[in-house]
């Protein structure tokens, strides 16, 4: 079952009450339904965190987690899986949406090589700043709405197959 999984794989509440970056929520987190797995909460959890890790935004975990209070998504799940982009798969995955984006526009992709430095950045918002934000904002979306799709169909099937396993028994 889903729940199960889940729970053995997110974060302890204790631990993100605690978080330093997330204590401007102050007693929003103290909430309990932030903290229940049930259909809903993870479904909304996926859609919040699949959403804001496709955001090229500093401080993702902390929109994620105010995001995740306004819609009554589960906060640790929402917040993890903002880590999808980490710096390991954040050139890559960007990388895509901006590849998505110039297909979207219809411009040609231009050569860049990434630079740690504001100059390069202000200069790279006007080439590719635009086919990027595009992709990021289509990607997010998109994964988003999917993640949400897959997770409730896959809840609902869970709980069917374990309801008609209880009735096999019973009979």
């Known amino acids: 079952m889903p729940k199960k999984l889940i729970k053995r794989l997110m974060p302890d509440h204790q631990t993100i009450k605690n978080n330093k970056h997330l204590q401007i929520f102050g007693s929003l987190l103290h909430n ?3 903290w229940h797995l049930n259909r809903r909460s993870v479904s909304k959890a996926f859609a919040v965190g699949l959403f804001f890790a496709f955001m090229p935004v500093p401080f993702q975990m902390v929109l994620a987690a105010g995001f995740a209070i306004i819609v009554h998504a589960n906060l640790p799940l ?5 880590w999808i982009t980490n710096p390991l798969t954040m050139p890559a995955i960007f990388y895509f949406c901006y590849l998505v984006g110039t297909w979207v526009i219809g411009v040609p992709t231009k050569h ?3 630079e740690a430095s504001w100059q390069w950045l202000v200069e790279s918002i006007s080439t590719i700043g635009p086919a990027f934000i595009l992709g990021c904002g289509l990607l997010a979306t998109l994964f988003s ?3 949400y ?3 409730n169909i896959f809840w609902r099937y869970s709980v069917a197959k374990e309801w008609k396993k209880r009735q096999t028994k019973r009979d």
């Open 32 to 34: 309990a339904n932030l």
């Open 78 to 82: 929402s917040i993890a899986l903002v």
């Open 112 to 114: 860049f090589a990434f």
């Open 145 to 147: 709405v999917l993640g």
């Open 149 to 151: 799709l897959t997770i």
